[in-house]
Structure formats: structure tokens, C-alpha cells
């Protein structure tokens, strides 16, 4: 299923790339993440996936809506 997580806290396009990994260690498929909106889109496999990218996504230090 896919899913777009707006995210707080991005800024440039290094924390783009931080989020996509951390994302793709849970099990998600990265589709895009774009700091100029704030969104993170992912492709999951379950809402146990999800809410790994969720809790991934918090421990960098942003916040997920």
C-alpha cells in the first residue's frame, strides 16, 4: 500500500536521503521524499512496516503527522 507521511524537520535534500534510508531498513519502499513539501511517500507492505517507518522516521528527530 502506499502512503504519504508528512514529515516536519526536513530542510534540504540530505535529510531526503537520511529518511529514504532509514525507511528502506524498515521494509519500505521509498517512492519519493521531497523536504520542500515535507512529505515522505512509501510503498509498504503491512501497517507493522509502516508504523516501523513511522517510529525510524521520529528517532532521527522529525516529526511524522
Given at each position: 500500500m502506499r502512503k504519504t507521511l508528512a514529515v516536519k524537520g526536513m530542510h534540504?535534500?540530505?535529510c531526503e536521503v537520511l529518511l529514504s534510508?532509514?525507511?528502506?531498513?524498515?521494509?519500505?519502499?521509498?517512492i519519493s521524499a521531497n523536504h520542500r513539501v515535507g512529505q515522505l511517500?512509501?510503498?509498504?507492505?503491512?501497517e507493522d512496516v509502516?508504523?516501523?517507518?513511522r517510529l525510524a522516521?521520529?528517532?532521527e528527530?522529525?516529526?511524522v503527522e
Open positions: 534540504c535534500t540530505s534510508e532509514v525507511s528502506e531498513e524498515c521494509g519500505a519502499k521509498v511517500v512509501v510503498e509498504v507492505p503491512s509502516l508504523k516501523k517507518v522516521v521520529q528517532r528527530g522529525y516529526q
